[in-house]
């Protein structure tokens, strides 16, 4: 076991190496202090001195996230599209096929 934990890249490790795996000499230094010193708050923006409150920088903010989407090829857009209706399909004629076995199964009860 001291072996493990000591050689975690060995053959028998079990334990994935991470970013967040706390390995080497400086493993366990940090303090609370110094983890709170490092942390500060950002102070709070008071957005009472525009007008609406600053609905008029929504917009621009609006488009400088959408230029950050990575947007699809029309290749992936097909292949995106016929899996949908593929998946449509099953699922309607899953639900279908229930529905009529549901209403066949009353019928022959309720029937004389």
Not at 16 to 41: C, D
Not at 60 to 86: D, G
């Amino acid at each position: 076991m001291a072996e493990e934990l000591s050689n975690p890249t060995g053959a028998g490790a079990a334990r994935p190496t991470g970013k967040r795996q706390l390995t080497g000499s400086g493993a366990g230094t940090t303090t609370t202090s110094s983890f709170e010193a490092k942390n500060v708050a950002k102070p709070a923006t008071d957005d009472s001195g525009k007008p609406g409150g600053g609905v008029a920088a929504f917009l621009p903010e609006v488009v400088s996230e959408v230029r950050k989407v990575i947007w699809p090829t029309a290749r992936q857009m097909v292949t995106y599209t016929l899996v949908v209706f593929a998946f449509l399909i099953v699922v309607t004629a899953l639900v279908s096929s229930v529905d009529f076995l549901a209403g066949a199964g009353v019928e022959k009860i309720l029937s004389p």
